[in-house]
């Protein structure tokens, strides 16, 4: 064999190797029955600083500051903060399934009404709620996050 012959097969088997070996994720076609090529899941990552320590945050999403509110009453807290960003539902939704037992909350119920995503999650004496619902022009989806205390408080010193 020639040397042009020799380099032409290996380039052709490279080829052949690369195009086998991608992994591309593929889905059935409800209507045709056809595979087609599936789009990536996207997941998000929560943000390295979020505006309450045991609450994350995705990053892209900025608090609505004129809709947030969060006090300390008394040995207890409330938090009821807005965040909006341009993420789908359902990434933001598996990013809480995800990321909420990170930091100790467990998930006591999930709830789809009317195209809002309801999950609820507690910890010790506290409950929480996060709401994902559709955004507005800007935003694509809106995050209300809702912290209380629930059972006996003891003051802060």
């Given at each position: 064999?020639?040397?042009?012959?020799?380099?032409?097969?290996?380039?052709?088997?490279?080829?052949?190797?690369?195009?086998?070996?991608?992994?591309?994720?593929?889905?059935?076609?409800?209507?045709?029955?056809?595979?087609?090529?599936?789009?990536?899941?996207?997941?998000?990552?929560?943000?390295?600083?979020?505006?309450?320590a045991d609450l994350p945050i995705p990053i892209?999403?900025?608090?609505?500051?004129?809709?947030?509110?969060?006090?300390?009453?008394?040995?207890?807290?409330?938090?009821?903060?807005?965040?909006?960003?341009?993420?789908?539902?359902?990434?933001?939704?598996?990013?809480?399934?995800?990321?909420?037992?990170?930091?100790?909350?467990?998930?006591?119920?999930?709830?789809?009404?009317?195209?809002?995503?309801?999950?609820?999650?507690?910890?010790?004496?506290?409950?929480?709620?996060?709401?994902?619902?559709?955004?507005?022009?800007?935003?694509?989806?809106?995050?209300?996050?809702?912290?209380?205390?629930?059972?006996?408080?003891?003051?802060?010193?």
């Open positions: 064999m020639r040397p042009v012959q020799i380099a032409t097969m290996c380039a052709v088997m490279a080829l052949t190797m690369c195009v086998g070996c991608q992994n591309n994720a593929t889905a059935i076609d409800a209507s045709t029955g056809a595979p087609r090529q599936a789009p990536p899941v996207t997941e998000l990552v929560a943000r390295s600083r979020p505006p309450i892209g999403f900025k608090i609505d500051e004129g809709n947030s509110r969060d006090y300390t009453p008394g040995g207890g807290r409330f938090v009821d903060h807005k965040y909006k960003g341009s993420a789908p539902k359902l990434a933001v939704k598996r990013f809480y399934e995800r990321q909420m037992p990170v930091s100790r909350w467990v998930r006591t119920m999930t709830k789809f009404v009317r195209g809002e995503i309801s999950l609820d999650f507690e910890k010790e004496t506290e409950r929480c709620r996060v709401t994902i619902s559709d955004g507005s022009w800007f935003t694509k989806t809106t995050i209300r996050v809702e912290i209380w205390t629930v059972g006996p408080q003891t003051p802060s010193k």
